[in-house]
């Protein structure tokens, strides 16, 4: 053979073999990331799905940030600092479009609904924590779905000229691209239902005994967001029997006067919490979305608390310790213009800077919402049932217990005007009563927001979506 | 893998061992000579003469004479070629003893005969049927420049290069031929000595517009050539990457003869092009009392500025009480370089080599700011025998920048701050500590200061290769590349700073690393047939595999700023690592035939393969068909034989592609989504899209080349037309699915210009030589299609360009009351602008494009005996940039209480008077209407420029001079750059793109050098 026709086959089959490896050696499997299959169908990835599922109610739109406090501005406790960094301005008028929001909720809803689907049949789970995986995700599934639909929708009972529209319902996880479908919204009842049948579940499947009360959810917690949402919907004998359920299953107890004030905010958690998110520093949302930057003078404190609010503390009422003068603590960074003023020491970035955690059900709460609902009742002995509850948060507060059982409604919301400022509450709780909000002076000269007439009482649906979707309505006005 | 590599490896040696099998013994004679310059009589120095047979030859020396010896006695052809010369083929016969062939070469300023790399291969410019264009060495080699692709500038048609920060070593925007992509990439795809460089932006902690530059690799002083790839023609053997067009950078080689060593040496000084004139402190407190003053007649308040702004009153303006500090000169400085750089090249017929170092200290017009770079290279070449020659090219690159603490509208950023800071804000106290910041509490000069944000970027690109000529038409070459590079990013707070201090000091590291390998083995083959039938061929297999991986680490809490570790961190914040790779396979080849010079034909195909893509679609082929047709080569242009040289006419077609997408971009995958309560967590990071491909991008090509008299006035035109389709795109879906989109294949972009470029030897006289190019490119973008069914994209629309500013039209301020006004989408006066969804109940406006429209340079080189001057212009033209910058200093500063500029002297303070400033305000808008700093035409600047960007100076001492002080030469250079600047923008620097945001400007350079010969 010659040397060149050695060369030729030599070069043919090395041209060859380059070819039938070629598809081989274009195959590259990803170091960061895991196929589905891998993550859907092993406890591991289920697992981590569902941690995934508590990470995500911690996003600034959520109760990161927006849920706490974005309510709050919106109604009558915060007001705008004149010397403020240009954050937090739209929501003190009430400004179209600043609304509390949320709608991106929807991708960690996809994660719950992940869980939900797939911890029921996945291997490698004990039974109890299949039962406990699935309750917890159950119970944070009706928390997204209730704090959507009482941005974006009326209550059940409240609604106004007709426009019942709640938010779309989506309980099965998205896997394929024809499962990315165009759907509209549900009723608001629908929707409530939906978090009702949630709820019930997951109070079925959850135990209080586990231990990871309160940084997990938990019995009483579902319960205590079961009586919540039975708040709103109006339905009082539910709301008083699973209030009552979670205060006699909680672990906690309304904290004494001595207890109360920054430190109690400061504590992991804090020492009333059913249910608080837990955050470490690799979550922090950074310098310029932090709570405690929005808030505190260490950075820009944007949000002040109105005088109307401070005015609703008497002299004695241990809570006034909430809102500090700003030299007390900050007497190193406030410039002169933030010198004297009061400032909301509920988040200072105690768990690491510009970190805090964030209670999303206190027991506080949870005898507010007893209270309201004999309140509203209104059956024989009612009245009494209710003042005691109320006289729960008084008398731990440093106030006279209330003996005058006129008008308890209006008390039992001005104590929970008190109690849960900036805990993500105000604004939905004059919303779901229906009253107009009178707006702070401070805020320069706003009207009163009527209900009912005033489009601001829904946020608007992101507009991208609904002209994407010919299904989703916009809500009214927007 | 290990199977190809075992194949290719048997292969090799077989290759070896019969490269051995050759020995020659017979009688020989020398070849000697002179080579002059035939218009000034000089002789030549470093012209090349070959014996083409034998595939020997020599450089001649400083006295212009060369000498071949061990020439077998017979008949040769001698080729003489030197860059900017026309090459002479001359026959000799090489009888016993000494032959000498003296010639002179006349000046060719065309280059024709000069050969382009091409892709895998070289070719004589003569013969190229596609569209691209050759930067020379020598016109770039002496620029005051930090990396090759700057030299671009101004000197390649169809190419926009922006230099898009100062921050020494920053990063250069290309973009060849517009812009065809929404969301894949737009960078060309760079290779250096046939090793292609990952274009992945390296440093985080300089931010994008700084982003260490992978070029920076290549010391410009070792450029041979740059060659831009504009059309598919060209293009298309490199496929899917080839689609924003393509830049091959040649690297110096040595050629025989004596060792010759070159020795420069510059030093510069740098200066700010321009500043903003920030508004003294004592006048600075007056506009906020007016501001204060409005506001609370506007409400009946009764605010007391004193307590905003630090206390001052309009008292002390009275008794000039009110301090000015500035604040720009603490933030900027001159700034300085020094270049050194140290060549040597030489060698012998069987082994020559370049071997060069170079150091390049560059302190920055930004306090803190520098870069400091040392590179090496080491090109050889190695004749073993007359089969088998082995090419070694190394370089390795070592780059340490400081930037400043931050860039943008940000507390740490000089360019910000050095305005938004107020004029009465003392820089240090009395003691000579840093002052407090009033507003928050953050001095911007401690944070630059005390704080570091540092990368070093260690490269390495290099690449081994072997040729065997199987026969003297028929050769094998593999080529083995890697472009290796470090990047370690620091970013460390001190706790003193007060960007640290509320961390009690601070520290970020990342090391990220960029293994690029690349292997490629390329049959070429050349012959002509009777004469007239030339045919080139080559075949080819490439397969690439980038894998980058990064780790970092943080951590706070320092006992002060001496300690800067991270292992002197009280608290560890947070470890992360990233890794990812994709992997891409090629098959191509090249078939070039040509008749009689004057008919040529050229088809390149290639089928690439790449993980990138979905399942379904991996592999795609590329190609690209062109014809040229030489007119000036036909009997019937005989009569222009006396002045034409040369008239080609071109047409070209083909399709390539874009592949730079993220590498799991088709995949469905489950990644890391954070953590909870330290436990980590999963999330779906989109539906997956098995379909998902390469955009593809069809470009047609019209080309005319013409030279005449003698190839002293030379041109080409250019008319393209490209379509980008299939382009990614991502399709909304609803979010309540859970995903905001899908990417898919979708969309089209059209590309459409015109390029012209033309060069002359203007004047050839009495010893006296101008040269001159000119170029000039004229284009426009479409977007003709999105997503099936959409007609917008965000604020792309169909039918129009895709770098479009989409925003309000702004009407000025009423006269009546300083309100500020726009229009509305019916062209009515508004205080209420709005935006919304549908493009006809928008008010907002199309009213500019961050690409211009048109661009060019005009490059000009005089020599007189040994004076050489060099200058470039370079503009651009009808682009637009939202001026922001200049913006807030202007009314929107008032709500901050912050600095503010000269601007705002233009104010509404009475009824009647005409202005766009609005009536001073403490907010950034008035209740119930829209503020002057809303995004709107207010600020939008015609951006274009016209540019004196570089002129040289040099004078080289003559050849008897230089030789008495025992130098083969010496030259002397004076180099300005940016020095002049026309233009309307009110911004510091108009050569950007799109936003002006607080980024580092550019800086007007003096550099004085040496260049020294021995």
């Known amino acids: 053979m010659k040397k060149s026709n050695i060369l030729k086959l030599l070069f043919i089959v090395a041209a060859t073999v380059a070819f039938m490896a070629c598809d081989d050696l274009i195959q590259v499997e990803p170091q960061q990331s895991v196929g589905a299959e891998v993550a859907t169908q092993s406890s591991t990835g289920i697992l981590a799905v569902y941690n995934r599922g508590y990470r995500v109610q911690m996003f600034s739109g959520y109760w990161g940030l927006r849920m706490v406090m974005a309510g709050d501005v919106l109604a009558d406790n915060g007001v705008s600092n004149p010397a403020n960094s240009g954050r937090w301005t739209g929501e003190p008028i009430n400004a179209l479009g600043s609304g509390v929001g949320g709608w991106g909720r929807y991708s960690g809803i996809n994660d719950l609904n992940t869980v939900i689907k797939h911890a029921p049949t996945v291997d490698g789970f004990s039974d109890s924590e299949r039962s406990r995986i699935l309750g917890e995700t159950l119970a944070l599934r009706a928390l997204a779905y209730h704090d959507l639909v009482k941005v974006y929708g009326y209550e059940p009972n409240k609604i106004v000229d007709g426009w019942d529209r709640g938010v779309i319902l989506r309980t099965e996880p998205t896997e394929t691209i024809d499962a990315a479908d165009f759907r509209s919204r549900a009723s608001v009842t629908a929707v409530y239902e939906q978090i009702e049948a949630d709820l019930l579940q997951s109070i079925d499947l959850l135990t209080q005994t586990d231990g990871n009360a309160p940084f997990y959810m938990n019995r009483a917690a579902a319960h205590a967001l079961l009586a919540r949402v039975y708040l709103y919907w109006e339905r009082w004998d539910d709301a008083i029997e699973h209030a009552t359920f979670a205060i006699n299953q909680s672990p906690v107890t309304v904290a004494s006067p001595g207890d109360v004030g920054p430190a109690m905010y400061a504590a992991e958690p804090n020492p009333e919490s059913l249910f608080e998110l837990k955050f470490t520093s690799s979550e922090s949302l950074g310098v310029n979305i932090a709570l405690s930057s929005a808030l505190t003078p260490n950075v820009w404190l944007d949000v002040l608390p109105s005088d109307e609010l401070l005015a609703t503390l008497e002299p004695g009422d241990v809570r006034n310790s909430l809102y500090p003068l700003t030299e007390e603590n900050y007497e190193s960074v406030i410039g002169t213009q933030n010198e004297g003023l009061r400032y909301v020491a509920k988040y200072e970035a105690t768990v690491a800077t510009h970190t805090d955690n964030v209670p999303v059900i206190r027991i506080s709460e949870v005898y507010l919402t007893r209270a309201e609902a004999y309140a509203e009742r209104g059956n024989a002995g009612d009245d009494v049932l209710a003042n005691n509850d109320l006289n729960q948060i008084r008398t731990n507060r440093g106030l006279a217990a209330n003996v005058d059982l006129t008008n308890l409604v209006e008390e039992i919301l001005l104590e929970r005007r008190r109690e849960l400022a900036f805990e993500g509450h105000r604004w939905q709780d004059l919303k779901r009563k229906g009253w107009d909000i009178v707006k702070p002076d401070a805020t320069g000269p706003s009207p009163t927001l009527i209900y009912g007439d005033n489009i601001q009482f829904l946020s608007p649906l992101p507009n991208g979506e609904v002209s994407l979707n010919e299904n989703l309505e916009q809500n009214p006005g927007y | 893998m290990k199977r190809i590599l075992l194949s290719l490896s048997t292969f090799l040696f077989v290759l070896l061992v019969s490269a051995f099998s050759s020995v020659a013994v017979a009688q020989t004679g020398t070849l000697t000579g002179t080579v002059t310059d035939q218009s000034t009589g000089e002789e030549l120095t470093g012209a090349t003469v070959l014996i083409t047979q034998l595939e020997r030859g020599a450089a001649t020396g400083i006295d212009g004479s060369y000498t071949i010896e061990n020439i077998p006695v017979g008949d040769y052809n001698v080729r003489f070629s030197f860059v900017g010369f026309r090459t002479i083929n001359q026959s000799v016969t090489i009888s016993q003893g000494e032959n ?85 990439g737009n960078a060309p795809l760079y290779i250096v000595d046939g090793v292609p460089i990952s274009s992945v932006d390296q440093s985080s902690t300089l931010g994008s517009g700084n982003a260490s530059n992978p070029l920076n690799a290549i010391n410009p002083r070792d450029i041979q050539s740059i060659e831009v790839l504009k059309d598919a023609a060209a293009s298309a053997i490199y496929g899917a990457q080839a689609a924003n067009g393509v830049i091959l950078i040649t690297t ?82 001159t700034g300085t370089t020094q270049k050194y750089n140290l060549s040597a090249s030489g060698g012998d017929d069987q082994t020559r080599f370049f071997i060069s170092g170079g150091y390049n200290n560059t302190e920055g017009v930004a306090i803190t700011t520098d870069m400091q770079r040392m590179n090496l290279r080491a090109n050889i070449d190695h004749r073993a025998n007359d089969k088998l020659s082995f090419d070694l090219n ?94 370690e990013d620091i970013d460390y707070r001190a706790p003193e700073s007060p960007a640290g201090e509320s961390l009690g000091g601070y520290r970020f590291d990342a090391n990220r690393t960029v293994t690029n390998f690349t292997t490629n083995q390329v049959v070429n083959y050349y012959d002509t047939f009777s004469e007239v039938h030339s045919v080139r061929a080559l075949g080819g297999f490439e397969y690439r595999q980038e894998t980058r991986e990064t780790f970092s680490a943080s951590g706070q809490g320092f006992p002060s700023g001496l300690f800067r570790t991270l292992q002197n961190a009280a608290e560890p914040l947070s470890v992360t690592g990233f890794g990812s790779e994709y992997r891409q396979a090629s098959f191509f080849s090249r078939v070039q035939y040509d008749y009689d010079d004057t008919y040529l034909t050229n088809v390149s195909v290639r089928y690439d393969g790449n993980s990138r893509f979905g399942e379904d679609k991996r592999w795609g082929l590329f190609y690209a068909g062109s014809l040229g047709w030489r007119a000036s080569n036909m009997s019937f242009m005989d009569f222009s034989n006396d002045w034409l040289e040369d008239l080609k006419f071109r047409i070209s077609y083909g399709i390539t592609g874009n592949s730079a997408i993220s590498n799991f971009a088709s995949r469905q995958l489950f990644t890391s989504g954070g953590a909870y309560n330290n436990a980590p967590a999963l999330t779906p990071s989109g539906l997956g899209n098995n379909l998902l491909t390469w955009e593809e991008s069809g470009t047609i090509n019209l080309g005319l080349d ?309």
């Open chain 2, 394 to 487: 190394l370089a390795t690159t070592v780059t340490e920048q400081n930037g400043a603490l931050q860039e943008g509208f940000f507390l740490g950023s000089p360019f910000f701050m050095a305005q938004f800071i107020r004029p009465t804000n003392p820089i240090y106290n009395e003691d000579g500590t840093y002052a407090t910041e009033e507003v928050f509490n953050y001095n911007p000069l401690a944070a630059n200061e005390l704080d570091d944000r540092n990368s070093t970027q260690k490269q390495l690109v290099g690449n081994a290769g072997a040729i065997y000529n199987i026969t003297s038409n028929l050769n094998f070459r593999t080529n083995w590349g890697l472009d290796y590079r470090t990047v």
């Open chain 2, 252 to 333: 110096r080689r040595g050629s025989a003869g004596n060792t010759q060593f070159n020795l420069t040496s510059s030093y510069g000084v740098a200066e700010e092009l321009n500043r903003l004139e920030v508004i003294k402190g004592p006048e600075w407190v007056e506009l906020q009392y007016e501001a204060f003053e409005n506001y609370n007649s506007f409400f009946g308040a009764n605010l007391n500025a004193a307590g905003f702004i630090g206390g001052w009153t309009l008292d002390d303006v009275q008794n000039g009480e009110v301090p000015h500090y500035n604040w720009q000169d603490a933030m900027m400085r």
């Open chain 2, 100 to 184: 000498v062939l003296d010639v002179e070469m006349s000046l060719d300023a065309a280059g024709l005969d000069e050969i382009v790399v091409s892709g895998y291969s070289a070719i004589p410019q003569r013969e190229l049927t596609g569209s691209m264009t050759t930067v020379r060495g020598r016109n770039v080699q002496g620029l005051d420049i930090a990396s090759p692709d700057q030299a671009l500038q101004g000197r390649v048609s169809g190419a926009r290069v922006t230099n898009l920060s100062g921050q020494p070593g920053g990063s250069t925007y290309v973009r060849v031929r517009g812009i065809g992509s929404i969301n894949a």
């Open chain 2, 706 to 1014: 013409w030279a005449i008299f003698e190839s002293r006035v030379y041109g080409a035109i250019d008319v393209y037309s490209r379509e980008n389709s299939k382009l990614l795109l991502d399709r909304d879906l609803p979010s309540d699915s859970g995903f905001g989109s899908l990417t898919e294949n979708a969309g089209r972009v059209q590309n459409q210009g015109i390029e012209i470029e033309i060069g002359a030897v203007v004047l050839d006289r009495a010893g006296f030589v101008w040269t001159s190019e000119v170029n000039m490119s004229w284009q426009r973008n479409e977007l003709l299609e999105l997503n099936e069914g959409a007609d917008r994209l965000g604020n792309l629309f169909v039918g129009r360009p895709l770098t479009e500013y989409y925003m309000y039209e702004y009407a000025g301020v009423n006269p009546a009351d300083g309100r500020p006004m726009f229009y509305d989408r019916n062209g009515n006066i508004t205080y209420t602008p709005s935006t919304a969804s549908e493009r006809e109940n928008d008010d907002r406006q199309f009213v500019g494009d961050t690409q211009p429209s048109s661009f060019g340079g005009w490059f000009n080189q005089l020599n007189y005996r040994g004076f050489q001057l060099d200058f470039l212009f370079q503009g651009s033209f009808g682009q637009a940039s939202y001026n922001s910058f200049t913006g807030s200093f202007t009314d929107g500063a008032f709500f901050r209480r912050a600095g503010l500029i000269a601007n705002s002297r233009n104010r509404w303070t009475e009824p009647g008077q005409i202005t766009s400033v609005e009536k001073a305000y403490v907010n950034s808008s008035w209740p119930g209407r829209t503020g002057g700093f809303t995004t709107s035409t207010r600020f939008l600047e015609n951006a274009s420029y016209i540019r004196l960007k570089n002129v040289n100076f040099a004078y080289t001492l003559p050849v008897a001079v230089s030789q008495q002080i025992g130098v083969r030469s010496a030259r002397f250079t004076l180099q300005a750059t940016n020095l002049l600047t026309w233009t309307a923008y009110n911004g510091i620097d108009p050569e950007i793109v799109g936003t002006n945001n607080a980024i580092y400007p550019q800086a007007r350079t003096l550099t004085a050098g040496i260049e020294i010969g021995f």
